[in-house]
């Protein structure tokens, strides 16, 4: 069974860097790019970013280049999100989301339940 367990979210001031963190098993991990996908409160899914099977091509949608970093161990199958300077509208559910290929494709078919990441002061 695929499952994809993330953790790192939580309440952080704007200008923050936490870092997200994707836990997964029931899969042959790099075998697969991974997603970053996030809900803010009343609004639909945005795709956030994206990387290949070994980490060496990545995306980002345009609100966040420069500020966060997409990353992946395949030695521990985690993938993990680096955010910086955090702002008020990044606030959401972070999701993690398995790609339907090695490369990114914006098809998913698996997904964590979601870390909630607040930006306030």
């Known amino acids: 069974e695929v499952q994809l367990v993330e953790s790192g979210g939580g309440l952080v001031q704007p200008g923050g860097s936490p870092r997200l963190s994707c836990a997964a098993s029931?899969?042959?991990?790099?075998?697969?790019?991974m997603s970053w996908v996030r809900q803010a409160p009343g609004k639909g899914l945005e795709w956030v970013s994206t990387?290949?099977?070994?980490?060496?091509?990545?995306d980002y949608a345009e609100s966040m280049k420069g500020r966060f970093t997409i990353s992946r161990d395949n030695a521990k199958n985690t993938l993990y999100l680096q955010m910086n300077s955090l702002k008020s509208e990044d606030t959401a559910e972070y999701y993690c989301?398995?790609?339907?290929?090695?490369?990114?494709?914006?098809?998913?078919?698996?997904w964590g339940q979601g870390t909630q990441v607040t930006v306030s002061s």
């Open positions: 989301a398995k790609d339907t290929g090695s490369y990114p494709d914006r098809a998913y078919d698996a």
């Open positions: 990387l290949n099977w070994n980490g060496r091509k990545t």
């Open positions: 029931g899969f042959t991990f790099d075998d697969y790019a």
